[in-house]
C-alpha cells in the first residue's frame, strides 16, 4: 500500500557569486537546503527482506543508523532510478531526487503483491540542509550540534535548541560532508545558525560544480535508463553475495566476466567546453559522449573538466579530439580540484 501527499519541489537559487562559493565549498565550508529531495518511509513486517529484492545493495544487513545507496533495475539489468535507504529501527526511509519520486513510488507499488509493507510519502515532513567542506564538522559543533564522529552514510538523531534534527554523514567522496534533516519550518533558522558560524550560503550553479569536480554521475543526466550498473563505475552501489533481486542476473554475468563495453569517466577539455550529449568519435566511429561539463573557477583560473562515458578498447594515453577540442581521460575526482 502507497499512499502520497508530496509536491514539486523548487530549485535552490544562486546568490550571485558561483566562484566564491565553490571557493568556500573546497576550502571551508558551504551550506545549503536541498528542496529537490523526497522521502517515503516504508514500514511493515516485510519491509526490509522487500526493498533487498528490488534493489542493487544489500538492505537486508543494514544495522539502525546505517544506510546504502543503490540503484533500481529492471529484469534487463538497465538502471531505473538510484536511491539512499536508511535503517530507523522501525522503518526505513528512502531518499532519493524528487524528479524520481513519482517514478520510484510506482516501481515500488508494482512489486508489492503479498508482501507487508506499507509505503507512505514523507517529504513534507522533512526538509534537508547540506552542509559540506573541510570545515563543516567544526562549524557543526560551534552552532551547538553534539554529535559523534561518523561514517559515510551513518546517522544520528539530535535535539538542537529544542528541534528535533537527523544528522547523516554523507558518502561524499572529497570532502566531508553532511545532511540535516528537521522540519521544513526551521530549515531557515539551521541555516542562519549556520552561515553566523562561518559557513558561507551555495546555490545551484556551485553545487553543481562541485558535483562534476567529484565526479559524481546525476541520474537523468550521467544515468538514463539505457545505461548498466558497472558502466557508471558505481561499485557504492553493489552488492555481490546478498542473494537475489531484480535486475541480478545481469550483473552478475558482468562481473563473472569481468568488464563492460564502456565506463563512465572524466576528462580534461583543452579547448571550447563540449556541451552534454556530444559524441565522441575515434575515426568516424563513435566510442563516447559527454554528460556533463564544466569551467570550474578555481584560484589559479578556469579549470574546464567533463564527464561521460568512453569505450574501453580506445587507447586513453593520448588525447581524444572532438569538435576542435582535446580531451584526455582522467581519474575521479578530478585532482586539479583537491590536490590543494
Known amino acids: 500500500m502507497i499512499s502520497t501527499a508530496s509536491q514539486k519541489m523548487p530549485a535552490v537559487p544562486d546568490f550571485g557569486d558561483a566562484g566564491r562559493e565553490f571557493e568556500a565549498l573546497l576550502s571551508s565550508c558551504g551550506v ?3 528542496p529537490g529531495r523526497a522521502k517515503a518511509s516504508l514500514s511493515g513486517s516485510d519491509r526490509m527482506r522487500w526493498l533487498n529484492g528490488i534493489v542493487t545493495n544489500n538492505v537486508r544487513d543494514l544495522k539502525p543508523g546505517h544506510g546504502i545507496y543503490a540503484f533500481l533495475l529492471n529484469p534487463q539489468g538497465r538502471i531505473l532510478g538510484d536511491l539512499y535507504a536508511y535503517q530507523r529501527g522501525e522503518s526505513l526511509l528512502v531518499d532519493t531526487d524528487s524528479a524520481q519520486f513519482e517514478k520510484t513510488l510506482a516501481l515500488f507499488d508494482r512489486y508489492i503483491i503479498m508482501d507487508d509493507v506499507e509505503v507512505s510519502d514523507v517529504t513534507d515532513k522533512f526538509s534537508a540542509v547540506g552542509i559540506t567542506g573541510p570545515k563543516a564538522r567544526e562549524i557543526l559543533l560551534e552552532a551547538g550540534f553534539d ?4 561514517q559515510a552514510l551513518e546517522f544520528v538523531e539530535v ?29 531557515e533558522t539551521l541555516l542562519d545558525a549556520l552561515k553566523s558560524c562561518g ?6 550553479t556551485a ?4 558535483r562534476i569536480a567529484e565526479g559524481i554521475p546525476q541520474y537523468g543526466q550521467d544515468i538514463r535508463e539505457r545505461d548498466l550498473p558497472q558502466e557508471t563505475g558505481q561499485q557504492r552501489a553493489l552488492h ?7 535486475g541480478q542476473e545481469i550483473v552478475e554475468r558482468i562481473r563473472s566476466r569481468g568488464n563492460v563495453h564502456r565506463r563512465f569517466t572524466g576528462f580534461l577539455v583543452d ?11 575515434v575515426a568516424g566511429k563513435e566510442v563516447g559522449e559527454v554528460t556533463s561539463s564544466a569551467s570550474l573557477p578555481l584560484s589559479g583560473g578556469q579549470y574546464s573538466v567533463a564527464l561521460g562515458y568512453i569505450r574501453r578498447e580506445v ?26
Open 159 to 187: 535535539t538542537w535548541k529544542g528541534v528535533p534534527v537527523t544528522i547523516v554523514r554523507h558518502d561524499n567522496p572529497a570532502l566531508e560532508s553532511y545532511e540535516l534533516w528537521a522540519a521544513p519550518e526551521s530549515v
Open 315 to 340: 587507447p586513453t594515453d593520448k588525447p581524444i579530439q572532438i569538435d576542435g577540442t582535446k580531451l584526455s581521460v582522467t581519474t575521479l575526482p578530478f585532482a586539479g580540484v583537491f590536490k590543494r
Open 32 to 34: 545549503y537546503d536541498l
Open 240 to 246: 555481490f553475495t546478498k542473494g537475489c533481486y531484480i
Open 147 to 150: 554529535f559523534p564522529r561518523m
Open 207 to 210: 553545487l553543481n560544480f562541485l
Open 199 to 204: 559557513a558561507t550560503r551555495i546555490g545551484t
Open 271 to 281: 579547448g571550447p567546453l563540449p556541451t552534454p550529449g556530444a559524441k565522441i568519435a
